[in-house]
């Protein structure tokens, strides 16, 4: 079963930064292209970045592309969120996911396996 953990949320003030982290248990996160989604309250869940499993190329949604950045670390088995320059807006909870597409717009349609509780990012003055 792929399952991963996501960490790292928290509270921040507009103009903050924080690092999310999203741990694999139980498979080798390098053969899956994984992405990171986040859901605000009473808004759906859309994809935010993600990363694909062979060439590592990157894809963000406009509203985080220059402020976010995705990558991975293999032999840590992990995938990280950078975010910098937060805004209100980005208050969400954020999750990680194994994915099929990694191109054009980021949909959760195309994550796959089971999501986790996922990490509360608040960014309030």
């Known amino acids: 079963q792929l399952q991963l953990v996501e960490s790292g949320g928290g509270l921040v003030q507009p103009g903050g930064s924080l690092r999310l982290s999203c741990a694999a248990s139980g498979f080798t996160l390098d053969y899956y292209t994984i992405g990171w989604f986040r859901q605000a309250p009473g808004k759906e869940r859309e994809g935010v970045s993600c990363i694909r499993s062979s060439s590592g190329a990157t894809n963000y949604a406009d509203s985080v592309k220059g402020r976010f950045t995705i990558s991975r670390d293999n032999a840590k088995n992990k995938v990280y969120l950078q975010m910098n320059s937060l805004k209100p807006e980005d208050t969400a909870v954020y999750y990680c996911?194994?994915?099929?597409?990694?191109?054009?717009?980021?949909?959760?349609?195309?994550?796959?396996?089971?999501w986790g509780q996922g990490t509360q990012v608040t960014v309030s003055s």
């Open positions: 996911a194994t994915t099929y597409v990694c191109s054009g717009d980021i949909s959760p349609r195309d994550a796959f396996g089971s």
